[in-house]
């Protein structure tokens, strides 16, 4: 399948998706296999906090690692398991874990790369507040014996803060327009096989054209969340997440999707 030349045809008839259709595909998703989505779930909470657990006594490298290594496996687990349902194939729990198996390589690289590349672009914003903070933080620890002392300080660290609001701020919209336009990356590595370059540049190409709709569904789907969980006391966190995994799984489908003529999902990845 040439899926370059797919993906260029895409962005040449225009690309759109419907955010209705997105949420309403993720709960249609759960209700076919509400069971197995819901157990993995649990048992992906489990390994995350496993390996968190695992990473404190390896603080900035343990979560590095769990960022690129584990939890981008693990969420293309729900992703794999929804695509074996539309193919008519019979899914299995183990189909969950087969985002350790399928390209895992440039799944790692994509996620390492995207990391840094929204590190050092949050940092750049940042840094005023970072050379206004170190000196503070320095002579806190110096004065640490004196009670009134670093009160004193830990007012003026407040103060710089509260001045500084601006640069929080747009690292944080930084790093959600890198979060929005690497959206589909994981999913151009396992199920159409590309580098982890090549799956960036084509999410970014693609997520640029809704970049828009893609903020209002997740405004819209961050407050479905809020709601339910806090009226089912967290319990809803269990339905809800797949249901929030799976619905940015329906926009991979709508804005680029599988060409029709495929044969099995274990054709369409690269082991």
């Not at 949420?23 to 992906?44: C, N, P, W």
């Not at 390492?112 to 672009?121: A, F, K």
């Given at each position: 399948?040439?899926?370059k030349?797919?993906?260029?045809?895409?962005?040449?008839?225009g690309?759109?998706?419907?955010?209705g259709k997105a949420?309403k595909?993720?709960?249609?998703?759960?209700?076919?296999?509400?069971?197995?989505?819901?157990?993995?779930?649990?048992?992906a909470?489990?390994?995350?906090?496993?390996?968190?657990?695992f990473?404190?006594?390896?603080?900035?490298i343990?979560?590095?690692?769990?960022?690129?290594?584990?939890?981008?496996?693990l969420m293309?687990?729900f992703a794999i398991?929804?695509r074996?349902?539309?193919?008519?194939?019979?899914?299995?729990?183990?189909?969950f874990?087969d985002?350790?198996?399928?390209?895992?390589?440039q799944?790692i690289?994509?996620?390492?790369?995207?990391?840094?590349?929204?590190?050092?672009m949050?940092l750049?914003?940042?840094?005023p507040?970072?050379?206004e903070?170190?000196?503070?933080?320095?002579?806190?620890?110096?004065?640490i014996?004196?009670?009134?002392?670093?009160?004193?300080?830990?007012e003026?660290l407040i103060a710089?803060?509260?001045?500084?609001?601006?640069?929080v701020?747009?690292?944080?919209?930084?790093?959600?327009?890198?979060?929005?336009l690497?959206?589909l990356?994981?999913?151009?590595?396992?199920f159409?096989?590309?580098?982890?370059?090549?799956?960036?540049?084509?999410?970014?190409?693609?997520?640029?054209?809704?970049?828009i709709?893609?903020?209002?569904?997740?405004?819209?789907?961050?407050?479905?969340?809020f709601?339910g969980?806090?009226?089912?006391?967290?319990?809803?966190?269990?339905?809800l997440f797949?249901?929030?995994?799976?619905?940015?799984?329906?926009?991979?489908?709508?804005?680029?999707?599988?060409?029709?003529?495929?044969?099995?999902l274990e054709?369409?990845?690269?082991?």
């Amino acid at each position: 399948m040439d899926y370059k030349n797919y993906i260029q045809l895409t962005l040449a008839q225009g690309v759109q998706f419907s955010i209705g259709k997105a949420i309403k595909d993720g709960f249609s998703y759960l209700g076919k296999s509400a069971g197995s989505y819901v157990g993995f779930t649990l048992v992906a909470i489990f390994i995350i906090i496993a390996a968190a657990l695992f990473s404190m006594f390896i603080p900035f490298i343990g979560n590095l690692a769990l960022s690129i290594l584990v939890i981008p496996a693990l969420m293309m687990g729900f992703a794999i398991y929804a695509r074996k349902g539309d193919m008519n194939e019979q899914a299995q729990f183990e189909d969950f874990f087969d985002g350790f198996k399928r390209n895992y390589s440039q799944l790692i690289l994509a996620n390492l790369v995207i990391q840094l590349i929204s590190t050092l672009m949050s940092l750049l914003f940042l840094t005023p507040l970072i050379a206004e903070l170190a000196p503070l933080f320095t002579t806190m620890l110096e004065n640490i014996q004196n009670p009134e002392d670093v009160a004193g300080i830990g007012e003026e660290l407040i103060a710089v803060m509260l001045s500084n609001w601006w640069s929080v701020a747009l690292a944080i919209v930084v790093s959600i327009v890198i979060q929005v336009l690497y959206l589909l990356a994981n999913y151009f590595v396992v199920f159409y096989g590309f580098g982890f370059w090549e799956a960036m540049e084509t999410s970014r190409q693609l997520m640029s054209k809704v970049f828009i709709k893609t903020i209002v569904l997740n405004i819209i789907v961050g407050f479905i969340m809020f709601i339910g969980i806090i009226a089912t006391l967290g319990i809803g966190l269990l339905f809800l997440f797949p249901v929030s995994v799976l619905i940015n799984f329906s926009v991979f489908n709508q804005v680029a999707g599988f060409a029709e003529g495929e044969v099995s999902l274990e054709d369409d990845l690269i082991i």
